[in-house]
């Protein structure tokens, strides 16, 4: 009764109090032909995200990974003003944060601090932007500690489950290739090859810039154009985004020596910007609930059963599970969505999850990296920053039509991978089971 009276407050509030980020007027321009978007944060904390658009798509498979150790050597390698422990020193003074990360979709580049240290901050993020080192003694380090992580990340059961499906189910895609790269790969890159890349997608046709802070319009236009002070145009840039569709069912494995097998099956999803798109996240987010608990609970297959939507440039579902019965795992999986398609979710499940999933939206919107990194993402994947901003009223109105609609629509034919004994598991049953139908999707 209790859980239930917290659950009505809950929806309450959610369904009539916006959040705190969207009562501000956030907006978009343009300076120096770059799109700049500004979203005022109503506290004293600066957070700005300088984008690097095209991810994977900016590089062939024999050179995945060069982004990542190029955006790492930004901040590891020193600049032309500030030799590494100068520009780690200065940020330590101010408690200050400089750092990047690197993903299938886009590669950035993060700066946040107190308001009143901004104008000791900003010059080390612009120089780590233009004038990176690449020194060759730090640039050694760098690409030996992103070597041993990658080493480190292989002999993890359930990271190599993941760049395996990858690899098998977009063969011949941009996806299938690793954002961190191999270690066999990231061994041959040098520091004058890795900066000649760099200075290759460092361009304004391939970069956004995200500010979530309270500065003025004149201070914005002030500060980015110095940033964009020399920095070349670049050819025109395009992000590329495809329809990812499964034809047949198919399995794939690999035999190795673990204490438990790992399965991983991966189909549709729908496109970014489609009208199933929040339909979908919200479904996979209830199937999640019903998978983990037909297989945990009620079958003691796996003890931490996963299923998400992979919202990217090529969205895709992907269901993954570690067990000592693989065979009984997908005798399960199959029943169960199954069932699904033939009664559908609830009104209550569907209910039930848009309060929770706006609950958790609202929790990890709280602070400025938040807001900035999921402006990102929309801007980036969606081409539209603002479903940040509207994505609460777009779940709120979703039926439960829709989302049963989508779940049917787009969870068909899987490309299942397995890694572990392979005696212990039947293909057959992975290739000929309940799932046999294609996907009715039109692409």
């Keep these: 009764m209790k859980k239930r009276i917290f659950m009505l407050l809950v929806a309450a509030t959610l369904y009539n109090i916006k959040p705190l980020h969207a009562q501000n007027k956030a907006y978009e321009t343009t300076i120096d032909g770059v799109k700049v978007i500004v979203q005022p944060s109503g506290n004293d904390i600066v957070e700005i995200q300088t984008v690097i658009k095209g991810g994977v798509q900016n590089y062939p498979a024999t050179k995945q990974g060069i982004e990542a150790i190029a955006m790492d050597a930004l901040t590891e390698c020193g600049t032309a003003k500030y030799p590494k422990n100068d520009f780690k020193n200065q940020l330590d003074k101010v408690s200050a944060q400089v750092f990047s990360g ?4 886009y590669s950035v580049l993060r700066m946040n601090c107190i308001k009143s240290d901004f104008e000791t901050v900003w010059p080390l993020y612009v120089s780590a932007l233009k004038e990176p080192a690449f020194d060759a003694k ?11 992580n990658l080493k480190d990340a292989d002999s993890r059961p359930d990271v190599a489950i993941n760049n395996y499906a990858n690899q098998v189910a977009f063969a011949n895609r941009d996806y299938a290739k690793n954002p961190s790269g191999t270690a066999a790969i990231m061994q041959t890159f040098t520091p004058d090859e890795v900066k ?33 002070a020399g920095v070349k145009a670049g050819s025109p840039f395009q992000q590329k985004k495809s329809f990812f569709r499964v034809y047949k069912n198919t399995f794939s494995s690999q035999p190795r020596e673990l204490a438990t097998n790992y399965v991983v099956g991966i189909t549709s999803g729908p496109q970014p910007g489609s009208p199933d798109y929040d339909a979908f996240l919200v479904a996979m987010r209830i199937f999640y609930d019903r998978h983990f608990l037909d297989v945990r609970t009620n079958n003691g297959l796996s003890y931490a059963p996963g299923a998400q939507f992979s919202n990217g440039s090529t969205s895709f579902a992907k269901f993954s599970v570690s067990t000592t019965q693989p065979d009984k795992y997908i005798a399960v999986f ?33 602070t400025n990296s938040a807001q900035a990194s999921s ?12 479903r940040s901003l509207t994505l609460a009223d777009d779940v709120k109105k979703l039926t439960q039509s829709q989302v049963n609609d989508a779940f049917r629509k787009y969870i068909g034919n899987i490309v299942w991978v397995y890694q572990g004994d392979t005696k212990k598991v039947n293909p057959l049953l992975y290739t000929n089971g309940t799932m046999g139908a294609d996907n009715p999707v039109s692409h």
Excluded: C, P
Excluded at 138 to 148: G, L
Excluded at 203 to 226: F, M, P, R, W
Excluded at 375 to 385: A, L, M, P, T, Y
């Design 102 to 105: 690197t993903y299938k979709d």
């Design 138 to 148: 730090e640039f050694v380090r760098v690409k030996q500690d992103e070597i041993n």
């Design 196 to 228: 000649a890349y760099y200075k290759s997608v460092f361009v304004k046709s391939h970069l956004t810039i995200v500010i979530v802070a309270d500065l003025s319009k004149e201070e914005v236009e002030t500060k980015v154009k110095g940033l964009l």
């Design 334 to 366: 199959d029943k169960l969505v199954a069932k699904i398609k033939s009664e559908g979710f609830t009104a209550d499940e569907v209910k039930n999850m848009k309060t929770t999933y706006l609950t958790r939206f609202y929790n990890t919107q709280e």
């Design 375 to 386: 402006i990102v993402s929309n801007e980036v994947i969606q081409d539209n920053w603002q």
